[in-house]
């Protein structure tokens, strides 16, 4: 079974915290058969989509960066998805805006279709505006065809909030036992 862990965070904090703490409940749990790697978009050099569209059509970026060399495998073999990301203005940060366009490649043909996914959205707004960003997030796996498994919003307003917030960290434990027992 392999994850990948997408971390859409500028910076380490709340959202990056929650995410290892799923991560490490996952392989915990399946030492032998789990597979999870994280990606930290905010270490990766890649452009956010060149607009051209010929990629939706034939299947094929035509920006060659790391994207193109590294990820795009990853993501093709990955049997499920943790998409984790800080809440900015009732969506999610750029980074992984850019990650989720770069992906236009596989969207025609489903390429992604039937792989699983667990939603972490964090932010020190209210829960409605947490939504918002959910809901965005599953819009982008309907189109793709990723069946999302579950989600948590997660209220963090300040560094260390969801470290001291040990309802939160045991909820994405078990988002993560779900995902990983629905894969």
Same mark, same amino acid.
């Given at each position: 079974?392999?994850?990948?862990?997408?971390?859409?965070?500028?910076?380490?904090?709340?959202?990056?915290?929650?995410?290892?703490?799923?991560?490490?409940?996952?392989?915990?749990?399946?030492?032998?058969?789990?597979?999870?790697?994280?990606?930290?978009?905010?270490?990766?050099?890649?452009?956010?989509?060149?607009?051209?569209?010929?990629?939706?059509?034939?299947?094929?970026?035509?920006?060659?960066?790391?994207?193109?060399?590294?990820?795009?495998?990853?993501?093709?073999?990955?049997?499920?998805?943790?998409?984790?990301?800080?809440?900015?203005?009732?969506?999610?940060?750029?980074?992984? $805006? +850019?990650?989720?366009?770069?992906?236009?490649?596989?969207? *025609?043909?489903? &390429? #992604?279709?039937? !792989?699983?996914?667990?939603?972490?959205?964090?932010?020190?707004?209210?829960?409605?505006?947490?939504?918002?960003?959910?809901?965005?997030?599953?819009?982008?796996?309907?189109?793709?065809?990723?069946?999302?498994?579950?989600?948590?919003?997660?209220?963090?307003?300040?560094?260390?909030?969801?470290? $001291? +917030?040990?309802?939160?960290?045991?909820?994405?434990?078990? *988002?993560?036992? &779900? #995902?990983?027992? !629905?894969?």
């Amino acid at each position: 079974m392999k994850i990948l862990a997408i971390s859409g965070s500028p910076r380490k904090g709340n959202t990056e915290r929650l995410l290892e703490e799923m991560v490490k409940d996952i392989e915990e749990e399946k030492p032998d058969t789990a597979d999870v790697e994280t990606i930290l978009l905010r270490t990766l050099n890649f452009s956010g989509c060149c607009g051209w569209d010929e990629c939706y059509y034939h299947g094929e970026c035509r920006i060659n960066d790391r994207m193109q060399k590294e990820i795009y495998q990853k993501i093709l073999s990955a049997d499920g998805f943790i998409f984790a990301t800080p809440n900015y203005f009732n969506n999610m940060s750029g980074l992984l $805006k +850019n990650f989720f366009d770069r992906t236009n490649p596989f969207a *025609l043909k489903k &390429k #992604l279709a039937g !792989k699983k996914a667990a939603i972490i959205v964090v932010g020190g707004q209210k829960k409605t505006s947490l939504g918002k960003c959910e809901d965005t997030i599953r819009e982008f796996c309907r189109i793709h065809g990723i069946r999302v498994i579950g989600s948590e919003l997660i209220t963090a307003d300040k560094l260390g909030d969801a470290e $001291k +917030n040990k309802k939160a960290m045991e909820k994405c434990r078990e *988002l993560g036992r &779900k #995902l990983e027992r !629905k894969i």
